[in-house]
């Protein structure tokens, strides 16, 4: 098999550029090179392929082969540009996409803002968000459908890297006609006389916890928003984490669970080992600010480092 030629994507510019200035003079002062130079460059190129490109005692006509050489030349050196081009937009944040999922406490109305101050700075970046369980999430980040996660950590998961960010209470969620509405706070025991409504939360609280709050899957509902609508209609109650909570259900009613009290961390959940594209980056760190900048109640601890 011949070995393949050497060819450089500057003598193809210099070639290209012969033929399109209709001389040697005019293509080195286009291409910043001298006259000598650049013929040197056209020399190479032409030992490099075995076969002249311009006619003898031509100023710059090029022979059957330079001119089938000239087209594919002038779609290479576009490619070329292209490409180069969409690197640096990436690299400078001005172009690429960015996947991302969140579990929907933070989906609902954390990331939005977070979302907000990012496409504010740059406008040329395609996003794509999810929300889902954090399992669903760590199954995400490891297959590399997305970038990175907003989640709770994964137990025992090598694969994945976590950063927790804030941690909030678990609350039972009633609505305002139900017996625990008034009451400050609520004993996970105290849950075991009522209707609860399962959730991929409360599945994956410790066993000790579910058993004393006697918790069935007599009707288990995953997504939030249909969730929070069944406590609303009088289906039930619920337990979820304080950041659940939606500002517009104001029929509705967070309270702390106590004995014990538990908090659910959430961080960044992203693939160990493997750094993101400047655009998730910058991604991440406007969530990073949006959370330095706003005021929670008592019932969310910040987490980040100082």
């Not at 907000?116 to 740059?122: D, E, I, K, P, V």
């Not at 609860?196 to 916890?209: D, E, F, K, Q, Y």
Request: glycine content about 6%; overall charge neutral.
């Amino acid at each position: 098999m011949d070995r393949f030629p050497d060819v450089k994507i500057a003598q193809l510019r210099h070639f290209v550029s012969v033929v399109e200035h209709g001389g040697f003079k005019a293509a080195a002062k286009a291409v910043f090179r001298s006259q000598p130079a650049l013929s040197l460059s056209i020399k190479e190129l032409e030992t490099a392929l075995g076969a002249p490109l311009f006619e003898k005692g031509s100023h710059a006509t090029p022979t059957p082969f330079g001119s089938v050489l000239y087209g594919e030349a002038r779609k290479l050196i576009e490619h070329y540009e292209r490409t180069i081009a969409a690197a640096i937009d990436v690299a400078r944040v001005r172009g690429g996409s960015v996947r991302v999922a969140a579990v929907p406490s933070v989906a609902h109305e954390m990331l939005p803002r977070a979302i907000s101050r990012f496409t504010a700075r740059y406008p040329g970046i395609q996003l794509h968000v999810e929300d889902g369980t954090a399992a669903y999430i760590h199954d995400r980040v490891r297959s590399g459908a997305i970038d990175f996660g907003i989640a709770s950590a994964s137990e025992s998961e090598s694969a994945l890297s976590f950063m927790p960010l804030i941690a909030d209470v678990m609350c039972v969620v009633v609505n305002s006609g139900h017996a625990l509405f008034r009451q400050r706070r609520v004993e996970w025991s105290d849950l075991s006389g009522y209707r609860l409504i399962g959730n991929g939360t409360m599945r994956a609280l410790p066993s000790a916890v579910r058993e004393a709050a006697a918790q069935q899957d007599e009707i288990f509902i995953a997504n939030t928003t249909t969730l929070l609508a069944a406590v609303e209609s009088g289906v039930g109650l619920t337990v979820l984490p304080y950041l659940a909570k939606q500002r517009y259900r104001d029929t509705l009613r967070f309270i702390p669970l106590d004995a014990p009290r538990i908090e659910r961390t959430v961080g960044f959940v992203e693939l160990a080992g493997r750094s993101l594209s400047p655009a998730a980056d910058a991604l991440r760190a406007s969530f990073v600010e949006d959370i330095n900048t706003s005021r929670f109640p008592e019932l969310v601890r910040l987490l980040l480092p100082d």
